[in-house]
Each structure stands twice: as C-alpha cells, then as structure tokens.
C-alpha cells in the first residue's frame, strides 16, 4: 500500500518570499506522484505531476516540485510566492496502472503581507 | 462549461434521513470517483468506478450506495445518516489508463448532519 506524509500542517511565509511544501511517501512499487491545490471552498486542481524523466517538473503559478527517489519525497517550490497563494496543498501518489489517488493530510499555506 | 459538477454544494439534513448527491462530468472520462473529506480536511477514496462498474470499495459503511447510471454519472446515496457522516464530499473523474493521468474534481458537497 502507497502513504504519503507532509511533513507541515501549515506554513506561513511573507509575501516575495520562497516557499518549500515537504512530501515524502511510502511505497513498494513504482508511483506516480501529484501535487494538487485546494483553494477555501472549492475542488482541488492539479499544480504538476511527477510520471518519470526529469526529477524536477514544473507545474502551474511558477510551482515546481523535485522529485527524489533515494529519499522518497516530492517537495513543493515557489521561489516568490503571492497572497493569492494562500491555499492548502495536497501531495498525492498512484501506482503505476492504480487507479485510487493516496493523498497526504494537506499542508496550510499562508501568505503574508 | 464545468468539467465536474456536483449537487447540491450545501446540504444540512437530520440524523436518520436519507439523502442523495449527484456527479456528472463532461470530459468523456471513463473513470469516477467519490472522496470523503473530513473535518481535518483528511481526504480519503470511497469508491471508484470505471465504465459504470465498480471496482473500488473502501470499506465504506453500507449505508453508502453509489450508483452510475451511465459513465457520465456517479450518484451517491447516504442511508440512516449519522453525525459523524457530516464532511465534505467530492466527486472526480479521471480517464482509464496508467496511474498518471490527471483527476479532474468537482467543488464538493458540505454535507452537515444535524
């Protein structure tokens, strides 16, 4: 079975500043790894995703998430994030033909100005 | 044009009634899903369903039923609901395939036992 942890349940950052959102996962099979946003009362939308190539995959909003096989995580990167930033964010994992998305507990992002 | 849409987006209701929540998606997926989201904003799968079959059940209480009409739907109904049914339930789809492929979800139901 897939796990996923994020390491913060919130993060408060200044507005310009960069942001690093921590996810690491469990798995004895290959995974495709996500990252989703969830905006106050809406559905989540999907920043990137990780299928296989480069480890580093840049997604939507200027994110970017590194891929890391040898220490199991897909951490989040803004480098200057925005008050429209504010959102809670979701690591996520599939396996390779699953069809059920694991997601972790989410992780606060709190732009300040 | 909304690609996942779900009704209706509030629902408060009494212990003990029965109710339904309704997912339609107009982006020719093949696969639907419905997950719970719980007052610690936890998301979890309930089912999934691919071409109208269900092929994922996550030991979810039976008072759960979730039906596909057609694969452009997945109903949920809600027996006997409890307190602790109260969280906000979304509904996505994805197209079949690998495991890579993007899930496209709706804005949610709140749904609130009282």
């Known amino acids: 079975a897939q796990s996923v942890t994020q390491l913060d349940s919130q993060v408060p950052v200044f507005e310009e500043a960069p942001v690093e959102l921590r996810c690491n996962y469990s798995s004895s099979v290959s995974v495709y790894l996500f990252w989703y946003v969830q905006y106050p009362n809406q559905g989540l939308q999907l920043l990137l995703k990780y299928l296989s190539g480069s480890t580093l995959v840049k997604g939507i909003n200027g994110f970017e998430a590194e891929f890391n096989k040898s220490q199991t995580s897909f951490h989040l990167r803004k480098p200057s994030v925005h008050i429209s930033d504010t959102a809670e964010y979701f690591c996520a994992v599939n396996r390779e033909y699953g069809n059920k998305l694991v997601f972790g507990a989410g992780t606060i992002l709190r732009v300040k100005s | ?114």
């Open chain 2, 1 to 114: 044009d909304t690609a996942v849409s779900q009704t209706p987006k509030y629902l408060v209701t009494q212990m003990g009634n029965d109710k339904s929540i309704k997912c339609e998606q107009n982006l020719g997926h093949d696969t639907m899903y419905w997950y719970k989201q719980d007052s610690k904003k936890f998301l979890k799968i309930m089912f999934s369903y691919n071409n109208k079959e269900l092929i994922i059940n996550e030991t979810v209480p039976n008072r759960f039923s979730p039906k596909s009409p057609d694969k452009a739907h997945l109903n949920l109904h809600i027996n006997s609901l409890e307190l602790g049914d109260s969280a906000v339930y979304f509904c996505a789809s994805s197209q079949a395939g690998t495991g890579g492929t993007e899930a496209f979800f709706g804005q949610g139901t709140r749904l609130t036992v009282v």
